[in-house]
């Protein structure tokens, strides 16, 4: 085949450098493209008192220390596990789950893997493709598929929040992309949604740069300029479209979607017209301690839901099979390699000090919510329905199995917090998902590997 005698020129590719765009690698332009890539729904449901109706999912790696964790009893008389103790002034706001499954988790055939396919299948209750290339292949996510049915009553349809770094391609785990194992929110079965991990970034995306009144006339600027760049690389690769074979035409299309996707995103801030004042000064990064950091990446979507910016969130505290230690709490080895106890007592006595850690995390973005009031009266964290969950049990055997689960929040009375419901085992998380959805006006009777609707939430 003859090489096409298109040439882009540097002034069009480093507009599209602007926003971060560069025109994916097509064959038809062999070396050209070789270069490039080198260099490069219905209404959401709101209270009877018109109170927004908030969803986050929170993710914690590794497993936890099933003895310490599991409650005792049941229903409204029992007692949580001994590593949540910080969450024992809330016991009201809250219900636990033993039973949910995440079949798709295990290896059926595909090996080891398990971190990656934890992450994987924790939102998506779909199964992963095994492969460290460019082919991946999962699922849509709760959260993206909310947001797409419901995501338009706020600026953003959605945030998607992590302390861990991006990571979109690569091998991470057993022959398992590293796209798996580093984000847990996917908008399509080979499109991940890269998290942010900075809360300076997170605030500036919500309520813009500066102090006062220059956040709107900087975010207007920016808003201008993005939409000028975004008009020339759409020239630039509608001018292409042309000149590519079949193959580089889907990926062209591909692109454009991505494009599209931005230009979404800016009219739709566009409708919304002022950024409302947080009330709060913009952090100054990511801070070196691990529970600062987290606490400020609660803070920002605390603020995030008092300005109504957006109700469906995820944040991933860290990806599973992350070895990071906690020195701070006196574990000075990695929490990865802890995990793999094979019940030795001072491993688990480790694990139980790591799980309490996390639960403490939760406590003060329960306690943020809870003191937190929309215009009616009555708290944030009684308008949401937060899920804070892992995707394993037992981290040494790695069980996908009696998930460690806690449903949060009352979703304006539509769930029933203050007890511990035992399912029994073999329940997919997903049937949990079906039912929030239907809480946040999302009609489906199914999602993901769904077999009905959880009732007992």
């Known amino acids: 085949m003859k090489t096409p005698s298109f040439h882009p020129s540097r002034r069009h590719f480093l507009r599209g450098l602007g926003v971060c765009l560069g025109l994916p690698v097509f064959e038809s332009l062999s070396p050209i493209g070789r270069a490039l890539a080198a260099t490069a729904g219905p209404r959401m449901a709101v209270t009877h008192s018109g109170a927004p109706l908030r969803t986050v999912f929170l993710y914690v790696p590794n497993g936890v220390n099933v003895a310490r964790w599991q409650p005792t009893g049941e229903g409204a008389d029992y007692q949580p596990g001994e590593t949540l103790a910080p969450l024992a ?53 709760v959260d993206q598929f909310a947001a797409q049915h419901a995501g338009d009553e ?12 991006v990571r979109k391609s690569g091998a991470c785990d057993s022959g398992y ?59 630039d690769a509608n ?40 009330g709060a000064e913009m952090p100054g990064g990511i801070p070196e301690d691990y529970q600062e950091h987290i606490r400020l990446m609660m803070d920002m979507l605390a603020l995030a839901f008092q300005t109504d910016s957006t109700r469906i969130a995820s944040f991933m505290l860290a990806h599973d099979g992350s070895n990071r230690s906690f020195r701070e709490i006196g574990v000075n080895d990695g929490h990865h390699n802890i995990s793999h106890h094979q019940n030795d007592p001072a491993k688990l006595a480790l694990i139980a000090k790591i799980d309490q850690f996390y639960a403490s995390q939760f406590a003060y973005f329960m306690e943020r919510l809870r003191d937190a009031k929309d215009p009616d009266g009555t708290s944030i964290l009684h308008n949401s329905q937060i899920v804070y969950c892992s995707g394993l049990s037992d981290g040494n055997r790695h069980q996908h199995d009696n998930l460690p689960v806690i449903v949060a929040g009352h979703a304006g009375g539509a769930l029933n917090p203050g007890r511990h419901v035992n399912l029994g085992g073999n329940t997919p998380m997903t049937n949990l998902y079906v039912r929030m959805l239907n809480i946040i006006g999302v009609q489906t009777d199914r999602f993901g590997d769904s077999t009905g609707v959880l009732k007992t939430a």
């Not at 207007?220 to 020239?235: C, G, N």
């Open 154 to 165: 706020t600026r953003f349809s959605s945030l998607e929040l992590s302390c861990d770094g």
């Open 177 to 235: 992309s590293c796209a798996y194992q580093f984000n847990i929110s996917w908008r399509s079965e080979s499109s991940p949604v890269s998290p942010e991990s900075n809360p300076r970034l997170i605030f500036e995306r919500l309520f813009g740069s500066g102090k006062g009144a220059e956040r709107q006339k900087n975010f207007e600027m920016r808003q201008a300029r993005q939409k000028s760049i975004l008009d020339f690389v759409m020239t």
């Open 89 to 141: 002034s809330l016991k009201e706001h809250f219900q636990m789950f033993t039973g949910f499954e995440q079949r798709l988790g295990w290896a059926n055939g595909d090996g080891g893997g398990d971190h990656a396919r934890a992450n994987a299948t924790i939102l998506t209750g779909a199964r992963p493709k095994k492969t460290a290339g460019s082919d991946i292949r999962l699922g849509i996510s």
């Open 239 to 278: 001018s292409l479209d042309r000149q590519l074979g079949r193959n580089d035409q889907n990926k062209l299309d591909e692109f454009l979607t991505g494009v599209r996707e931005m230009e979404k995103r800016i009219q739709k801030a566009e409708r919304f017209g002022h950024l409302p004042d947080p």
